[in-house]
């Protein structure tokens, strides 16, 4: 017969076994990994994988949004403050000299070693190591309504670009030939491809992205080049004279003009691959199931067919984040990028293409829709880095774009001057690089 | 007594004179956001501001005339409210509330939806231009046309707290001096400029002042309109002083610019509060 004091006994150290027993399967189930991301489809897609991996391995992932419009600093000041709010953040190709020395090293992750080495050197290259496991391909690309335009019709030059989009607006089939992002920090989409697309660069020597190169240079700005004055004026001339771009977007983010576009306002827009799934989506844009992508057309004075940029975005580790959530992290990283489903999800969901070669290779072989984005984008005859890799690029960067937005708001005869007052200033900052 | 005070003080050190304090050190030090090498390099960070032309040319120029254009928009607005609705009339509740609501609205979300209806391609603002023949307008394209834009959103903003403040005091104005006024023939302009308006300048005087030296700090609105562009010509002093600490990350400038606003600002504000003394002397 069990006493009461057998029973309290019994009960009380059930109670305590319990209790133990909970304790330690929460100290188990107590690996948290705090993602610092910028939301965007990408990211989500990606988030959305690194949920169902932590759901198998017991990790509990916290994603923790941050605006872009503040992303560099917020997250700059983590960095240096030795912050413990993130375990894994977002790292853009462009902030890598920036936060090289904050970063852990991931050259032992093995999928690394799946990726194209371009991706890598020098945007995610610090002393030697690799500080960013990436996680798509970010690509810039023409996106053109296939419901106005065939793809046989597609300009290769500016000159029919113009003349194409002038027509298309004559005939009463689109509000605007294109639309595209200019202010800070978006001038990829209208200033960059086209100084690009016309032979220019924004430093001298021309393509070169080594900041070891670009010192030996002398740390010029070349957006007083003839190539880059031609292109601000081919802007300043869409916008005023062959009206074939709206009068306010000199003021506009990426985002006004994805809108303007998803909105059937505009025939063309440029904007990275990744944004094809939410063009695509009709729930979100009146031009889904009318899309199809083309190269940049080339200015005048390019002496080479095609040019696109080629750049990733990556997740990195903070290097103050403790050893056991660094290799768990690692393991997590590694798994997303050598997963074949992830990776050509990432692909179906958004148009980002995959970093892992060995599936691009797949995708090659059985998607005729990344055949078409592959050929307009990574098999030009030319590839460079969409950014700069030294630690002033954020104020280089604002400098240039600020410079050419007055000039193609301006009087037309003052473009030069003010580019090359740009020019100046621009070197200036890269020079305290 | 002490140990009342003790409280307070601490906190004030804390969180007032402390990061004032190390503020200060970042100035005369190079202290960059990503790599702070905290070398001492005296006065360069200040002769490097005061000798930037964004700053002196446009920067200031654009922090006093928004303070200037939002404070007297605003309290001409509200004034103009405030004797309106020092009366009784039906409905009277109904238009009081409504006139605060602006009040009651966060800024960014005013800037945001100011934005929206300024957007040259769906705001509301240029279909009804459109609608009455007008050409559609890119405001935010434009310098003086995004400053407009900026400063009428802050007038609409602050034109009820001056109507309340104002408001208030009308109604503790003595009925004596314009009843005396009345009896000497004055009509409702005399009586206004003569009798009501002197009686309420201490009043006016510190919703200038409080408004004033808010304004200059202004950021918020500034920030969600334009970013202080286009190409950085709507930019006031706090979104200069920002960007340099966490756009362009040069901690060491952002935190200079700060301090040399702060100077600037004590003098404005004694200024403002000396011109203040002496309305409440005048009033007397």
Same mark, same amino acid.
């Given at each position: ?57 017991? *990790?509990?992932?916290?994603? !923790?949004?941050?605006?872009?419009? *503040? ?73 053109? +309504? ?62 070169? +992205? ?12 070349? *957006?007083?080049?003839?190539?880059? !004055? ?177 000039? !193609? ?6 473009? +030069? ?14 020079? +305290?690089? | ?20 304090? $190390? ?44 303070? @200037? ?18 009366? =009784?009339?039906?409905?009277? =509740? ?29 705001? $509301?603002?240029?279909? @009804? ?60 302009? =005399?009586?206004?400029?003569? $009798? ?63 301090? $040399?606003? @702060? ?6 504000? @004694? ?14």
């Amino acid at each position: 017969m069990v006493t009461r004091r057998t029973f309290l006994h019994t009960a009380t150290l059930g109670v305590a076994a319990a209790g133990l027993g909970w304790a330690g399967a929460a100290r188990a189930q107590q690996m948290e990994l705090k993602i610092g991301y910028m939301p965007h489809p990408i990211h989500e897609n990606s988030i959305k994988w690194m949920k169902q991996w932590a759901g198998q391995h017991k *990790v509990t992932l916290t994603p !923790v949004p941050i605006s872009y419009e *503040v992303y560099v600093e917020k997250m700059t000041a983590n960095l240096t403050s030795r912050g413990g709010q993130y375990d894994v953040i977002w790292h853009n190709d462009d902030w890598g000299q920036l936060w090289g020395r904050y970063l852990e090293p991931v050259d032992d992750v093995p999928a690394v070693k799946k990726m194209n080495r371009f991706l890598y050197e020098p945007p995610f290259v610090w002393e030697g190591k690799d500080t960013g496991v990436a996680f798509v391909e970010t690509i810039g690309t023409f996106f053109y +309504r296939t419901d106005l335009l065939k793809e046989s019709e597609f300009p290769r030059t500016w000159d029919d670009f113009v003349k194409t989009c002038q027509q298309l607006q004559k005939d009463g089939k689109v509000k605007w030939g294109f639309t595209g992002g200019m202010k800070y920090p978006h001038g990829w989409f209208t200033f960059f491809w086209s100084i690009w697309a016309n032979g220019g660069d924004l430093m001298t020597p021309l393509h070169e +992205r080594r900041n070891e190169e670009l010192a030996k240079a002398g740390w010029k700005a070349a *957006v007083d080049s003839p190539e880059a !004055v031609q292109a601000v004026e081919f802007w300043w001339d869409n916008i005023k004279t062959a009206k074939i771009a709206p009068p306010g977007q000199p003021g506009y983010s990426r985002d006004d003009a994805n809108a303007i576009f998803m909105a059937g306002d505009a025939a063309i827009t440029m904007a990275d691959t990744t944004l094809y799934g939410k063009f695509n989506d009709p729930k979100q844009s009146k031009v889904a199931g009318k899309l199809s992508v083309a190269s940049f057309p080339m200015g005048p004075r390019a002496k080479f067919k095609s040019i696109a940029w080629r750049d990733a975005w990556a997740w990195a580790i903070p290097s103050h984040v403790d050893g056991a959530k660094k290799k768990t992290a690692k393991e997590l990283l590694n798994w997303i990028n050598l997963n074949e489903e992830a990776q050509v999800d990432l692909w179906k969901a958004t148009g980002g293409f995959p970093p892992n070669e060995d599936v691009q290779k797949k995708l090659m072989q059985s998607d005729p829709v990344f055949r078409k984005f592959r050929a307009a984008t990574v098999e030009s005859e030319k590839i460079i880095h969409g950014a700069y890799y030294f630690a002033r690029w954020p104020e280089f960067f604002a400098t240039g774009i600020d410079h050419m937005v007055r000039a !193609v708001t301006g009087p037309r005869d003052q473009i +030069r001057p003010t580019l090359a007052e740009g020019a100046k200033k621009m070197s200036e900052v890269a020079a +305290r690089a | 007594m002490l140990a009342l005070i003790v409280p307070a003080f601490l906190i004030l050190v804390l969180f007032q004179i402390v990061p004032i304090v $190390i503020g200060a050190n970042a100035s005369f030090r190079s202290w960059s956001l990503f790599n702070p090498q905290k070398t001492f390099v005296g006065l360069a960070n200040y002769r490097r501001i005061l000798t930037d032309p964004l700053f002196y040319g446009t920067v200031l120029p654009n922090t006093f005339l928004f303070m @200037a254009a939002s404070v007297t928009g605003g309290l001409v607005a509200g004034l103009g409210l405030a004797v309106m609705l020092n009366r =009784r009339f039906r409905g009277e =509740r109904i238009i009081r509330t409504a006139i605060l609501l602006p009040l009651m609205v966060p800024p960014v979300v005013a800037a945001i939806m100011i934005t929206w209806m300024c957007n040259d391609q769906f705001g $509301i603002v240029n279909v @009804a231009m459109q609608a009455v023949g007008l050409e559609p307008v890119p405001w935010l394209v434009y310098r003086w046309t995004s400053m407009a834009i900026v400063i009428a959103t802050d007038v609409w903003l602050w034109t009820p707290w001056f109507t309340i403040l104002i408001l208030a005091a009308l109604r503790t104005l003595p009925p004596e001096p314009h009843e005396a006024a009345r009896i000497d023939g004055a009509g409702p302009w =005399r009586l206004f400029r003569y $009798i009501t308006l002197p009686l309420l300048q201490p009043v006016l005087m510190v919703c200038v002042v409080v408004r004033a030296i808010d304004a200059f700090r202004v950021f918020d609105i500034v920030w969600t309109i334009t970013k202080g562009g286009p190409a950085r010509s709507t930019e006031t002093f706090s979104i200069y002083a920002y960007k340099q600490a966490f756009v362009y990350l040069n901690f060491d400038l952002g935190t200079t610019a700060s301090l $040399i606003g @702060a100077a600037i600002v004590m003098v404005v504000g @004694a200024l403002l509060y000396r011109g203040l003394s002496a309305a409440v002397e005048v009033s007397r």
